[in-house]
């Protein structure tokens, strides 16, 4: 070890060192001498928290009042309150998380009262938000996660909402402080990566004390009666202020927060063995959720994440990713699709598919849905979950189109029917198309056998958008499968934006390569679009019934005869 290598160390312990004391001391927090700051910077993990001893399930780790969170409404630093100083952090005119961000940006340049907790968090972020536009484009290349990174729509909320607000106070209160954007982007990620919800502390008079703190109250002031001076009562009862915790739907919800230590656990999906808990009485536990051994890094988890928006929220994936990755379809991809590989229409007459023509399509189903489901959206998700198995609502999509572009002729019999009708029945007729085509399309299996080509087509010029290596790295993977280590496959990869960003994509073309191998597994004994029935616009005798969905042919000339 190199003496730089060694100050960098010693600094290192010394920061950890203080911000624990600042923690206990100033904070108050209480800290299970079972746990400890370590230093996982050898695995890439920069600071995290250590079991010393066996930790049993259900064990409290630390205790923190919700008062020391860091969050605009216990804001009672310094010598001033900011939020008495720049009100409009709290009356309304900045949204949440814009209150956040300025207020930490005031305090990482002014303020001495979190010096120990900003010496401790990270001044550098690895997140997408940070790399050169081309930089994430070459690396991302296929992933609609470059779509979603969003550098300028945030710094457009910036110039609109926060600096009005900096010009404002800039000589009395910002006068210092660092409001650029790259100061911005560092706050805003640090908001993004560490903050926690927490239930917000709502201040009421003593007016509205239930029976038991009322009776608390009378015995502490007769304790003091002695030392009270005539006169004072009424401004004595003025003064009393209480923080209540409430869970009633009338409340405002929780706030956004920063809770130092709760943010020092690392976190993994697999891994976690810790949970942060709020009290009835509203102070913050973090407890363990499963055993953990002496030795044993404390782990909370994000929540159910794909490591796509792992990588974009927090700068980290995990190796062989993670049980919620998905691949996101726009309809773009589906129209294309569609348009390039759906069968001729059986009217020999019809127009071919366009763009145009399949988006008006598109947009008849978002008419005729409602009250049934939300089938049309702007994109659809494949998850891991369901081995690339498309949601009802992409199959009910896609059965629409298709049913609608073959059988053109009998969709527009269909609608005059309705219309000759005087539109009587007109919602409930369009609402039983709609539900079969759900129905079908719930068991997860092909409906037409016409879409064959289209779903392939979906599949396959998704992967298309991947680079040939991420292609190459999958069947690499796939192929050693079987000898991959149970312990790799809970490991994290940070830092190197490359090796984070094939895990993204490894991730999404495995999902891709399954939904072909749905469309393989499916090939046999799949309707054929003409079978389906489309239900009848005539108004039906009283005491008959219809059968609605597929008929078989003996049973369609059947119709047609009577």
């Known amino acids: 070890m190199t003496s730089e290598e060694a100050n960098t160390n010693d600094e290192f312990t010394k920061q950890t060192q203080a911000f624990v004391q600042w923690l206990t001391e100033s904070r108050g927090y209480k800290i299970s ?31 923190i009042p919700r008062d020391r969170v860091i969050a605009i409404d216990s804001d009672a630093e310094g010598s001033g309150a900011l939020v008495q100083r720049v009100p409009e952090l709290a009356d309304g005119t900045l949204d949440e998380w814009s209150a956040l961000i300025l207020y930490l940006m005031y305090h990482a340049s002014k303020g001495e009262a979190f010096k120990p907790y900003f010496d401790v968090i990270p001044a550098h972020f690895s997140t997408p938000m940070f790399w050169d536009e081309g930089e994430a484009e070459q690396l991302l290349q296929g992933s609609t996660l470059v779509e979603k990174i969003g550098r300028a729509e945030a710094e457009a909320g910036f110039r609109e909402n926060i600096l009005p607000v900096v010009e404002k106070y800039k000589d009395t209160v910002f006068d210092g402080v660092d409001v650029s954007v790259d100061a911005f982007h560092r ?20 007016e509205d004390k239930d029976d038991e703190n009322a009776k608390e109250e009378d015995q502490a002031s007769a304790d003091e009666n002695e030392d009270e001076v005539p006169g004072d009562e009424e401004e004595h009862e003025e003064l009393i202020i209480e923080e209540e915790f409430s869970d009633d739907e009338d409340d405002d919800g929780p706030v956004k927060a920063m809770v130092p230590l709760a943010d020092t656990l690392n976190a993994h999906s697999q891994l976690c063995n810790a949970h942060l808990e709020q009290e009835d009485d509203g102070s913050l536990v973090m407890r363990a959720t499963a055993a953990i051994p002496a030795g044993g890094q404390i782990y909370n988890t994000y929540g159910d994440f794909p490591n796509s928006d792992l990588l974009r929220r927090y700068g980290y994936t995990e190796l062989g990713g993670t049980a919620s990755d998905l691949v996101e379809i726009t309809v773009n991809d589906l129209v294309d699709a569609v348009v ?3 069968p001729a229409p059986a ?130 993977r796939a192929a050693a499968k079987n000898e991959l280590e149970t312990d790799s496959l809970t490991q994290v990869v940070v830092g190197a934006r490359e ?3 094939t895990e993204v994509l490894v991730g999404e073309v495995d999902i891709l390569r399954s939904g072909l191998a749905w469309v393989d597994s499916a090939l046999s004994d799949v309707p054929s679009v003409d079978e389906f029935e489309f239900p009848s616009a005539s108004v039906a005798p009283a005491g008959s019934k219809r059968k609605l969905g597929y008929n078989s042919k003996a049973q369609t000339k059947k119709s047609k005869r009577s």
């Open 33 to 63: 001498p079972k746990v400890k700051v370590h230093d996982y910077r050898s695995q890439g993990q920069g600071r995290g928290l250590i079991a010393v001893e066996d930790i049993a399930e259900g064990e409290d780790l630390f205790t």
């Open 187 to 206: 706050v805003g990620s640090l908001i993004m990566s560490y903050s926690f919800d927490v239930d917000r502390i709502k201040a009421g008079s003593s």
């Open 340 to 342: 390039a590989h759906a």
């Open 347 to 476: 009217n020999k007459f019809a127009e071919p598919a366009t763009r145009e023509s399949t988006l008006q399509l598109v947009q008849l189903l978002a008419d005729w849905e409602e009250g049934v489901m939300e089938i049309v959206d702007d994109s659809y998700d494949v998850e891991r979950t369901t081995a690339g198995v498309p949601s009802t609502e992409l199959l009910s999509l896609i059965n629409f189109l298709v049913l609608a572009l073959v059988r053109s002729k009998d969709l527009k019999a269909f609608r005059r029917a309705l219309k000759r009708n005087g539109g009587a029945d007109e919602e409930k007729l369009t609402k039983k198309l709609v539900k079969t085509l759900v129905k079908h399309a719930a068991t997860g299996k092909l409906t037409f056998r016409e879409a064959v080509p289209v779903w392939r087509a979906i599949f396959e010029s998704r992967i298309g958008k991947y680079g040939q290596s991420v292609q190459d790295e999958c069947k690499r």
């Open 499 to 501: 090796a984070m960003a």
